[in-house]
């Protein structure tokens, strides 16, 4: 069986940092690239951050380059994202997802495997 599973999402204040995980189960995560998406309700999803496999190169969507921070632990077979001076627009279910490699461009359809998800509130 292949899953992803996101966690680490909950409710903080501007300015406030969490970190989120993205755990997978049925096989190597290191073999694989992986992508951080986001969506807020009623917006596409957009591409966040992304790792390449065995932690080569790394990108940022320019609105959180400097606050967030992704990572990969290989003995745990997860992959974090950082996530620091938390934003409201920062608002949204972030996800987790393979692919093949890690590109600027962040599109989704370079993609696959997505996981279920995890909610992370921006709040006063």
């Known amino acids: 069986q292949l899953q992803l599973v996101e966690s680490g999402g909950g409710l903080v204040q501007p300015g406030g940092s969490l970190r989120l995980s993205c755990a997978a189960s049925g096989f190597t995560l290191n073999y694989y690239a992986i992508g951080w998406f986001r969506q807020a309700p009623g917006k596409e999803r957009e591409g966040v951050s992304c790792i390449s496999r065995y932690s080569g190169i790394t990108n940022y969507v320019d609105s959180v380059k400097g606050r967030f921070t992704i990572s990969r632990d290989n003995a745990k077979n997860t992959v974090y994202l950082q996530m620091n001076s938390l934003k409201p627009e920062d608002t949204a279910v972030y996800y987790c997802?393979?692919?093949?490699?890690?590109?600027?461009?962040?599109?989704?359809?370079?993609?696959?495997?997505w996981g279920q998800g995890t909610q992370v509130i921006v709040s006063s």
């Open positions: 997802t393979t692919g093949p490699f890690c590109h600027s461009t962040l599109r989704a359809a370079d993609f696959g495997s």
